[in-house]
């Protein structure tokens, strides 16, 4: 079992930056890769971005490509999600999701484990 929770999000204007931290709870973590999804009302979960076990392949929806960041730190069981450039149509609840399979996946079936979440608000 692996407990995931999200923290950073927040209320920015357009074209501002936030980043997101998304903590685990258990010393494995190095063992799980790590994605970002995203929800906005009325809409399904999306893939945003996701990270290899090692950190050193990564993932992005194209709508984030260039803007948006994931990065890990195995010591601190942490994975990051560093967003700059926040656009209205990115205000969503983000998620932070651990797979424990050997690669990254863009899709959400995928993961076994969420954290709860946490609000994003880009204001125009």
């Known amino acids: 079992q692996v407990q995931l929770v999200e923290s950073g999000g927040g209320l920015v204007q357009a074209g501002g930056s936030l980043r997101l931290s998304c903590a685990a709870s258990?010393?494995?973590?190095?063992?799980?890769?790590m994605g970002w999804f995203r929800q906005a009302p009325g809409k399904e979960r999306e893939f945003v971005a996701a990270?290899?076990?090692?950190?050193?392949?990564?993932s992005y929806a194209d709508s984030v490509k260039g803007r948006f960041t994931i990065s890990r730190d195995n010591a601190k069981n942490t994975v990051y999600l560093q967003m700059n450039s926040l656009k209205p149509e990115n205000t969503a609840v983000y998620y932070c999701a651990a797979r424990s399979g050997s690669y990254m996946s863009e899709d959400l079936r995928e993961y076994d484990y969420w954290g709860q979440g946490t609000q994003v608000t880009v204001s125009s």
């Open positions: 258990r010393r494995t973590f190095s063992s799980y890769a």
């Open positions: 990270i290899s076990r090692s950190g050193r392949s990564t």
